[in-house]
């Protein structure tokens, strides 16, 4: 893994919330539909994680040169500041925001990585994703 790579920004990206792709991942995932306020259907809240991923890989495959054979996915939070919706247009960024090593109780050092995507619509924030991933020596 490459330590030096916090703070590494990807390229700024964006992508449509497609209405086939929702409803594949609803059927999927086996999520109702949902509309908002104004009758207007909301994409489900982890349906951005699956849409987002070949954004973030770049920097976990190119940047970080991630180990996934020792890799695990530690844990992954959510602010959401406004809902997806679709037919949304999001831009994102995708950042190494943390890369830190811990000596584990048997002694073996674990790299602790945190990714985290900010999405906009229209230059307004509507969600952080914050993933953890614990590479193992």
């Known amino acids: 893994m490459n330590s030096t790579a916090k703070g590494v920004c990807s390229p700024r990206y964006s992508f449509v919330v497609e209405s086939n792709k929702v409803a594949e991942y609803r059927a999927a995932v086996g999520s109702a539909t949902e509309k908002d306020e104004r009758g207007r259907d909301v994409a489900p809240l982890s349906y951005v994680f699956v849409s987002n991923v070949p954004y973030g890989s770049y920097l976990l495959d190119e940047v970080v040169q991630l180990d996934y054979s020792k890799t695990l996915l530690g844990t992954v939070e959510w602010e959401y500041y406004a809902p997806v919706l679709v037919g949304d247009v999001l831009e994102g960024v995708t950042s190494v925001a ?15 990585l945190t990714i985290e995507t900010k999405l906009y619509r229209k230059e307004s924030l509507v969600l952080v994703n914050r993933a953890l991933f614990v590479e193992t020596a």
């Open 98 to 112: 943390d890369i830190e090593q811990r000596q584990s109780k048997e002694g073996r050092m674990r790299t602790f």
